[in-house]
């Protein structure tokens, strides 16, 4: 399993969820099996956001697409920041 790990600070959490949930068809246009939304205790408007994906190429494409999304105008109304983004490959999972 390949997850994508995107962190990034939001201006208002409750304004970015609802943009967030805007794209779930996206999520499923790129096969996202599972997602996974927190946020520190002691920062409301950061978030960590896990993706999980089969291959590492939905992996890749989704990233690709989230690219252009974090680069339009509009994003700038909802994110603080440029967002941190890892993909990682699970090597074991335990019980």
Do not use: C
Request: hydrophobic content about 40%; charged content about 30%; proline content about 5%.
């Amino acid at each position: 399993m390949f997850t994508v790990h995107i962190e990034h600070a939001v201006q208002d959490f409750d304004g970015w969820k609802v943009v967030f949930d805007r794209f779930s068809d996206m999520r499923t246009r790129h096969r996202v099996r599972r997602y996974d939304v927190s946020r520190p205790t002691d920062d409301p408007n950061y978030v960590m956001i896990g993706l999980d994906f089969d291959s590492r190429s939905d992996a890749d494409a989704f990233l690709t697409s989230m690219r252009e999304v974090w680069g339009a105008p509009t994003a700038a109304t909802v994110l603080a920041g440029a967002p941190r983004v890892r993909v990682t490959e699970s090597v074991e999972l335990g019980p």
